[in-house]
């Protein structure tokens, strides 16, 4: 398998580059969240997300704190990390840690979670979701 003429391993791996709902190039995601950053660093940057709203109106989890890390380097999904990366995902791992500790989620525990490809990544841009304190559900009018 030829992955290195493909453009990611990823893409080698599905034979084809996958369908996201939204472009997002180029990589914005500091400019677009400048003002609620809660961790940054040459390699990663980890923002507030505060309580979001769902525009759709349905019964969505509520977490009480919700921070979103990405990578300033584009990386479009988990499968593209490799052994080439491993600074990288060092990086992530130490991302997700300091701002934990930052804002406090050691204290009641939290959850690290992310999506990989379409339809449940809904952009071409990897992003690692840190949820913490009680989970509720948000009710539909």
């Known amino acids: 398998m030829d992955h290195l003429n493909s453009g990611s391993l990823l893409h080698a791996l599905l034979g084809e580059k996958p369908v996201?709902?939204?472009d997002e190039a180029p990589h914005h995601f500091r400019e677009q969240h400048k003002d609620s950053i809660v961790y940054e660093d040459d390699d990663v940057i980890v923002v507030d997300q505060g309580n979001i709203e769902h525009e759709d109106g349905s019964?969505?989890?509520?977490?009480?704190?919700?921070l979103l890390l990405a990578p300033k380097k584009r990386v479009e999904s988990l499968l593209d990390l490799d052994v080439a990366d491993g600074a990288l995902a060092v990086a992530i791992l130490r991302g997700i840690q300091k701002a934990a500790l930052k804002v406090g989620l050691e204290k009641h525990g939290f959850e690290v979670s992310l999506?990989?490809?379409?339809?449940l990544q809904r952009s071409n841009l990897l992003k690692i979701k840190i949820r913490s304190g009680e989970k509720q559900t948000k009710k539909t009018k």
């Open 20 to 22: 996201f709902a939204k």
């Open 59 to 66: 019964s969505k989890d509520v977490w009480e704190k919700r």
């Open 115 to 119: 999506h990989v490809l379409p339809p």
